[in-house]
């Protein structure tokens, strides 16, 4: 089952890649929606998480790769909420061929799996772009924050009241597709759109103060965990 992190904020049980939810008073955000083949115990979560009947106000995407923005339409057909990532972004979510499958022959085995899969995802229609300055800041203190080079539009989201830095697969506390191993680690270069620049977005996320990390991948770090990010990078 899932997890609590923090006062308002839960680790639903995933294998593949993380999705969190943000739930307070006022309503209930997901940030990220998973990988297909975890969809059913994620709705299940879900459903037990909010309670009978509950929506939710908003699902923020950190980037549009299928094990993070996967269920978005299995989510909010039942759920509701209101679909936001960085505008760059959505282009490759609603497009249903979204993947460069020229780096396919550069993959393993299991990555094959997991890229192919990617053509399969249906594109999502209603997608809203992330205001930078103000996005769910007095409903949840949440701001989003622009890191691209993973994708074009990858971006973090900070939790303001817990300090905590949803980062996706800007920066990982594990390297898909296997989690196996935990460690501060960067974006993986075969699946980054634009390295250079997704080094630059870790440099600037090591100059932000929070004091949990939940990653795409990976177990979050709960306790200091800039300092431990700025440890791990210098
Ligand atoms: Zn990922």
Redesign the pocket.
């Known amino acids: 089952m899932a997890t609590q992190l923090s006062q308002e904020i839960y680790k639903l049980d995933t294998r593949i890649?993380n999705v969190y939810l943000v739930k307070n008073d006022s309503g209930a955000i997901l940030v990220d929606s998973g990988y297909f083949l975890e969809r059913p115990l994620i709705i299940y979560q879900l459903r037990r998480l909010l309670g009978a009947g509950k929506r939710l106000t908003a699902v923020l995407i950190t980037h549009a790769?299928p094990?993070?923005d996967g269920n978005l339409n299995a989510i909010t057909s039942r759920f509701g909420g209101d679909i936001y990532m960085d505008e760059k972004e959505i282009p490759y979510a609603k497009n249903p061929r979204r993947v460069d499958l020229s780096k396919m022959d550069a993959l393993g085995f299991p990555d094959r799996i997991i890229f192919k899969t990617m053509t399969r995802i249906a594109p999502v229609q209603s997608i809203s772009a992330v205001d930078w300055n103000e996005s769910w800041k007095e409903q949840f203190g949440i701001t989003a924050i622009p890191t691209p080079g993973h994708t074009p539009g990858s971006c973090c989201y900070m939790h303001h009241p817990s300090k905590t830095l949803f980062t996706?697969?800007a920066l990982l506390t594990a390297l898909?597709p296997w989690t196996v191993k935990q460690k501060i680690c960067l974006p993986s270069a075969i699946y980054s759109t634009d390295y250079e620049q997704a080094l630059t977005s870790v440099k600037n996320i090591t100059e932000l103060n929070f004091s949990a990390l939940c990653t795409?991948?990976g177990h979050p770090i709960l306790e200091d965990a800039s300092q431990k990010v700025y440890a791990a990078m210098y």
């Open positions: 890649s790769h094990d993070h996706g697969d898909p795409g991948h």
